[in-house]
Every structure is written in structure tokens, then in C-alpha cells.
């Protein structure tokens, strides 16, 4: 069990530009979940997969924002036309299917800063 | 909906005293209920959990927590402080019905005094 893996795990970009982040959960994990924590802030949910589907997203997420799970293993979140609001920790979660909501496992998130 | 309030964005206590955190909740299900803690520079881990069942739940690091429907609450204590429990706390509801988000509050900073 390796934990949750989350790459890069900082990045800096110009506004305007478009960034991606990853995150391996652990393996044996069905569902996945992206978070975005900025500071003095509890983490705020983006979006959710279980296995490949994309079950449920923030309806407060913009358009710019978009979340793949392609194979039901690593995902990725991508943000177009980033924006100075889109600083923030970006953080992952994994969890297994089981009686109801279990644990989550978060990795340690990607900073984003946005110029 | 489901939400989480956290009473007290920073609390402080001295080694030794009581820690009380409180949390209240609001879900239209029964809801399953998760205390997490983030030490600085590091991802959120679970402390404990309340699913069904007994409603004082034990977790790590002499933690614990009471469900109290009535009161749609779920505070976080601990007899004793220590100074190595200083962290950012997490209170979290999912539903669990329809839908396995998890909706995090606001957070409580806890200090620790010497």
C-alpha cells in the first residue's frame, strides 16, 4: 500500500494558461474524489468517480474545470484558462466500496499558484 | 442538503486540559460521520468515524466522539492535551444515500500551550 499519489506536487503558471494535475489512488480503490482546499478553508468537493464513472460534480465547478478517470485507475484534473481565484490546494482522495461511506485516503495535494 | 458547521475557527487549550471541538451537521438521511485531522504539510487522516450503532465512537490518539441526533451534533473531545495533537481538525457528513461525497466543514485550528 503505497498511499495516494498526487504529481506535480507544486506548480506555478502564468493566468490564462492551462495546467493538469494526477493522482494515483491506491490500487485496490474504486472510487476517487478531487477536492480544492484554500487556506483557512475546509477541502471543497469538485467532483467524484466511481471506477471510470464520473458520478457526481460540483455544480458550483466551473466549466473550465474537467476531471477524467479513463481505465478506472489514475485520474486527471484539468483547468483551462486558469484564473488568480484558481490558487488553491488541489487534493485527492481514494476510498473502497464497501457498507455505506468509508474512509477516505487522501494524498498530500497540488499546490497551484496562478500568476 | 447535506452541511457541517464548526463552531470556532481556532481553538487553544493548555497541555493537560480538555479538548472539545464542536461540529453540528445537517443531512435529510441518517448520516455517517467522520472527524479528520491535517498535521502541517501533510494530507488529512482519519481520526474516527460514526456509522451505525453506538453512538461514542473511539478513534486515534485518545480521541473521541459523540453522535447526538437531537442535537444534530458531533463534537470531537480528548481528556487530556497534548502538545502534539496541535493540528487543523475536520468535521465531515456523507449521506451515503444516492451520493458518497463527503462534505467537509470549515476546519478548527487547535493549539496547544505549554
Known amino acids: 500500500d503505497t498511499g495516494v499519489s498526487q504529481d506535480p506536487r507544486h506548480k506555478i503558471t502564468k493566468r490564462g494558461q492551462n495546467v493538469t494535475f494526477r493522482c494515483d489512488p491506491i490500487?485496490?480503490?474504486?472510487?476517487l474524489y478531487w477536492y480544492r482546499q484554500t487556506l483557512g478553508q475546509g477541502p471543497e468537493f469538485l467532483t467524484y468517480?466511481?471506477?471510470?464513472?464520473?458520478?457526481?460534480k460540483s455544480r458550483l465547478l466551473s466549466d473550465r474545470f474537467s476531471a477524467e478517470r479513463p481505465k478506472g485507475s489514475f485520474s486527471t484534473l484539468e483547468i483551462q484558462r486558469t484564473e488568480q481565484g484558481d490558487s488553491a490546494m488541489y487534493l485527492c482522495?481514494?476510498?473502497?466500496?464497501?457498507?455505506?461511506?468509508?474512509?477516505?485516503?487522501f494524498g498530500e495535494g497540488s499546490r497551484l499558484t496562478v500568476l | 442538503a447535506q452541511s457541517v458547521t464548526q463552531l470556532g475557527s481556532h481553538v487553544s487549550v493548555s497541555e493537560g486540559a480538555l479538548v472539545l471541538l464542536r461540529c453540528n451537521y445537517s443531512?435529510?438521511?441518517?448520516?455517517?460521520l467522520f472527524w479528520y485531522v491535517q498535521y502541517p504539510n501533510q494530507g488529512l487522516q482519519l481520526l474516527l468515524k460514526?456509522?451505525?450503532?453506538?453512538?461514542l465512537v473511539k478513534g486515534i490518539n485518545g480521541f473521541e466522539a459523540e453522535f447526538k441526533k437531537s442535537e444534530t451534533s458531533f463534537h470531537l473531545t480528548k481528556p487530556s492535551a497534548h502538545m502534539s495533537d496541535a493540528a487543523e481538525y475536520f468535521c465531515?457528513?456523507?449521506?451515503?444515500?444516492?451520493?458518497?461525497?463527503?462534505?467537509f466543514g470549515t476546519g478548527t485550528r487547535l493549539k496547544v500551550l505549554a
Open positions: 482522495a481514494s476510498s473502497r466500496i464497501g457498507v455505506g461511506p468509508g474512509e477516505l485516503f
Open positions: 490500487s485496490e480503490h474504486n472510487r
Open positions: 468517480f466511481q471506477n471510470e464513472a464520473q458520478l457526481e
Open positions: 443531512s435529510s438521511v441518517p448520516p455517517y
Open positions: 460514526y456509522t451505525t450503532g453506538a453512538t
Open positions: 465531515a457528513v456523507s449521506e451515503g444515500s444516492g451520493t458518497y461525497k463527503y462534505i
